[in-house]
């Protein structure tokens, strides 16, 4: 009984070991992205919209390949009664009582207007649109990947430092408990520190509550179970190089993918054109075919062959077919306005994710030079306030300052990382980031 007990002690102790080792999660942000990229369900919508215009463009490359089409009947007859009236009245045959028909026919297509060709054009140019259109939603899943991989470090940062100074905070309220009984500061004096503590657990509960819907946030689009507690690596945030940051749009209108799509649905706009002319002209193909019959008794068929050439021309398509032009060359038309407005917004975004990146940069160092102006002020308050020459307001302030001081600092560097790969990421190049750097 005792051994059992013992045993089911420890498979309860393992068990609980288990679910504490499952619960919190170690990951780099390149094994975020990655993983993101692997399972999100927006990355396989994308991949599936390629994988469709794959068997449309295959399915288009079919009607250049020759049509071949085989036929048979078989069929028991009545008693039938044939007469030949040109052969005399006493001509007769004798009564069939089955039939049998097979025909194969064969058709190639040779000239349609240079329509097979523009259509096999159209699709690829659509493919590839597509495919573009995939890496991007690739590279919004990334950024949306680091994003939350970001925020969660900037909300555990934050905990981290506010925990370490409710430390110093409660055991301020323990000295001055013994001073407020010794009577050497006056009661108002300890409840300002309490206050303080009071206030720095509100800001804990509030950065516990961002940790845990930011870790939900991530769980769900990685496909982890929320129960899952990501714990982000710090060293993503201080060891990446972001010497090769870009600094024109130049980067971006050659790499950006879905300015390539755009582009590459106009070279298929282009091709659907030349698909609506087709109308203009005949279409031509080579035919070929072979017949056997066997009607019992009557008549054998066999090796009929038969081949040629087929013509056709809808001639009140000719008069109908200008709108058809018409209509694929307005949607050309529209592909490259929409081309140019692309283009447009592209400088933009680059310009503006430039400058926020330079100003991140520049915040850091002031919130660096910060931190060491409010950890001296802190210091000689607190010198005078141990010496009797400054209140406990003061004391207070500068304690305040300094904890926001070390939070912006902490955050600051996570900024820079943030909008770099914001910035790599309206240039075209964040997926490229990871893939080369294979973190």
Do not use: C
Not at 359 to 374: C, M, P, T
């Amino acid at each position: 009984m005792k051994i059992s007990q013992l045993m089911l002690f420890g498979v309860f102790f393992i068990g609980i070991s288990s679910a504490e080792a499952q619960e919190k999660t170690s990951l780099t942000l390149g094994e975020a992205v990655q993983m993101a990229w692997e399972k999100s369900n927006e990355v396989t919508l994308a991949n599936t919209k390629v994988n469709t215009k794959l068997y449309e463009l295959k399915t288009v490359k079919n009607n250049q390949y020759p049509d071949l089409k085989i036929s048979g009947q078989y069929q028991r007859l009545t008693k039938a009664s044939i007469d030949m009236p040109n052969q005399g009245e006493s001509a007769s045959l004798a009564s069939p009582d089955r039939a049998m028909l097979g025909m194969a026919n064969l058709s190639l297509p040779i000239f349609a207007g240079f329509k097979i060709q523009s259509s096999i054009d159209a699709y690829d140019n659509l493919y590839e649109a597509e495919s573009a259109n995939a890496a991007k939603t690739k590279e919004d899943v990334a950024l949306k990947t680091i994003t939350y991989y970001t925020a969660l470090y900037k909300a555990q940062k934050t905990l981290d430092v506010l925990n370490e100074n409710q430390k110093s905070a409660k055991q301020r309220v323990t000295d001055f408990t013994e001073l407020e009984k010794n009577g050497i500061i006056p009661r108002n004096d300890l409840l300002k520190a309490q206050l303080l503590v009071s206030k720095t657990q509100l800001s804990i509960d509030e950065a516990n509550n961002n940790i845990n819907n930011i870790n939900y946030y991530l769980t769900t689009l990685l496909k982890l179970d929320p129960s899952v507690k990501i714990q982000v690596n710090e060293e993503d945030f201080f060891n990446l190089k972001t010497s090769n940051a870009p600094t024109s749009d130049a980067i971006a209108l050659e790499n950006r993918k879905d300015l390539e799509a755009v582009r590459l649905q106009g070279k298929a706009s282009e091709a659907n054109i030349k698909i609506a002319k087709a109308g203009y002209y005949p279409a031509i193909s080579l035919l070929g075919g072979y017949t056997a019959l066997d009607l019992k008794d009557i008549i054998t068929v066999k090796y009929a062959m038969n081949f040629g050439i087929g013509l056709s021309y809808d001639l009140s398509g000719i008069l109908k077919n200008n709108v058809h032009v018409k209509e694929a060359e307005s949607r050309a038309l529209e592909i490259k306005n929409t081309e140019a407005i692309m283009t447009d917004k592209i400088k933009v975004e680059v310009q503006k994710s430039i400058e926020d990146y330079d100003l991140a940069i520049n915040q850091s160092v002031v919130y660096d030079e910060a931190l060491q102006q409010a950890a001296e002020n802190y210091r000689l308050v607190k010198d005078k306030f141990d010496n009797g020459l400054s209140d406990t307001n003061d004391l207070v302030e500068a304690d305040v300052e300094h904890l926001n001081a070390k939070i912006q600092t902490a955050l600051s560097k996570a900024t820079i990382i943030q909008k770099y790969y914001e910035l790599l990421s309206v240039s075209g190049q964040l997926s490229q980031s990871f893939n080369l750097s294979k973190i």
